[in-house]
């Protein structure tokens, strides 16, 4: 097997055909003799900001001297970079072996794992065969019955902020997502909470209470010092950091990490003030608010919802005050569309609607009869490609902001940084 047999054989078994559920993951993980139970964890849910407030925590321990695993999803550019040792995405060959051992065991089950079940598994293994001191894990969806829940009491359990998502799945209302979402909370781990709205929190906070757990609410009493393209200062409880993410929701993931840095503390793990502070300026998470070209400006983002949008209009307003921008976008069709047209509209000089490589996707011309209807000139394409071509034309010297899916994000980035004109 090789590692693109590997990805072929794990996408033969989407998530839509198996049910949700744990059943599937402990079974397989436990004919592989149960790897979970050999690491340590620090698990992350949340309905925004939950892969750069991993990839800061894992920069911080990295910096620390411990060696980090740090799995992710979905991936921008390529499939390999969800497994990641030290920051290091896991290779092919090490892919192709590790598949062929799990799939062994999977293929042998009545009940076939789906496809994120595998990958779970797979990087279950590899990192206890990479002997990882702690492993930073992302929650797919939801919480309660993620695959990723089936680890041991993590040492901490944290929440980013939470929104209505998922509702066909997770519930229709906050209290009802939260709760689905704080299924990751067990006794022994220490719980660190985003200062979502109060209904969420307030969930989180009395199932700590009744599973006697400890309850950190991380809240934004952060100072700005400054803004620029290059990267944002604040001071947090007296402290001053820096990171190059950019957004001030992204200060509110760096202080969910600062407060993850310190409930680790209190668990053993030792993490100075100094490497704090040096993981999280080091940190990169790609296709957030991304700086890929400075003349003419080119932003990727890979928000894709509602509040995504809200998250890009602040920076926007943040880094580039007064201006309005050329937006290239694509969204799936389950996603609230005409929201995050009503939202970004405003800023918009003009809109280039290409099509996302995906099932769900939002047919382009539907996307662009969205801002045309805006009264915002718009424009669609058969490929990102062609999009690109057309929106640098178009925006001429003006900048550029790619947004809506973290689907297409990948293909951006590579023809952008590849030197696509």
């Not at 779970?120 to 939801?142: H, Q, S, W």
Request: proline fraction near 4%; aromatic fraction near 8%.
């Amino acid at each position: 097997m090789t590692g693109r047999e590997a990805i072929a054989y794990i996408e033969d078994y989407t998530w839509s055909t198996s049910k949700m559920g744990l059943e599937r993951t402990f079974e397989l993980l436990s004919k592989m003799k149960d790897p979970q139970k050999k690491l340590r964890f620090v698990h992350v849910t949340g309905s925004n900001g939950k892969g750069s407030t991993c990839t800061m925590v894992e920069s911080v321990l990295r910096s620390a001297g411990y060696r980090t695993g740090l799995y992710t999803s979905p991936h921008v550019c390529d499939f390999y970079e969800r497994i990641k040792v030290n920051n290091v995405s896991i290779s092919a060959d090490e892919l192709a072996e590790i598949t062929e051992y799990v799939a062994g065991f999977a293929d042998a089950m009545e009940d076939h794992p789906s496809q994120f079940e595998l990958v779970t598994a797979i990087a279950m293994e590899y990192f206890d065969r990479k002997n990882c001191d702690i492993v930073i894990l992302e929650v797919g969806m939801g919480g309660a019955l993620d695959s990723t829940n089936v680890i041991p009491a993590p040492l901490v359990a944290a929440f980013t902020n939470i929104g209505l998502e998922h509702t066909e799945y997770l519930g229709d209302t906050l209290t009802k997502i939260a709760a689905t979402k704080a299924g990751i909370i067990k006794k022994g781990c220490h719980v660190v909470c985003y200062d979502s709205e109060k209904e969420a929190t307030d969930t989180i906070l009395k199932i700590c209470e009744e599973k006697d757990v400890p309850f950190l609410l991380a809240k934004d009493t952060a100072e700005v010092i400054s803004v620029d393209l290059y990267g944002q200062k604040f001071r947090y409880l007296g402290d001053e950091y820096e990171i190059s993410l950019l957004g001030h929701h992204q200060i509110r993931n760096a202080i969910v990490a600062i407060e993850i840095v310190k409930a680790l503390g209190q668990q053993g793990v030792q993490i100075s003030q100094e490497d704090l502070r040096r993981g999280l300026k080091e940190a990169k998470w790609p296709a957030r608010f991304e700086v890929l070209k400075r003349e003419p400006l080119f932003i990727l983002d890979g928000g894709h919802n509602p509040q995504c949008a809200l998250a890009l209009i602040e920076t926007l307003k943040a880094v580039l005050p007064d201006k309005k921008v050329w937006f290239l976008t694509g969204v799936l069709a389950d996603k609230d569309y005409e929201k995050i047209a009503d939202l970004i509209a405003p800023f918009a000089l003009g809109a280039v609607c290409v099509p996302v490589d995906n099932p769900r996707a939002l047919p382009a011309d539907d996307y662009r009869n969205c801002f045309e209807a805006r009264g915002i000139p718009a424009f669609s394409t058969e490929s990102v490609g062609d999009g690109i071509a057309m929106i640098q034309k178009k925006a001429g010297e003006e900048a550029v902001v790619a947004f809506g899916s973290l689907y297409m994000a990948g293909n951006i980035r590579k023809l952008i940084l590849n030197g696509q004109k």
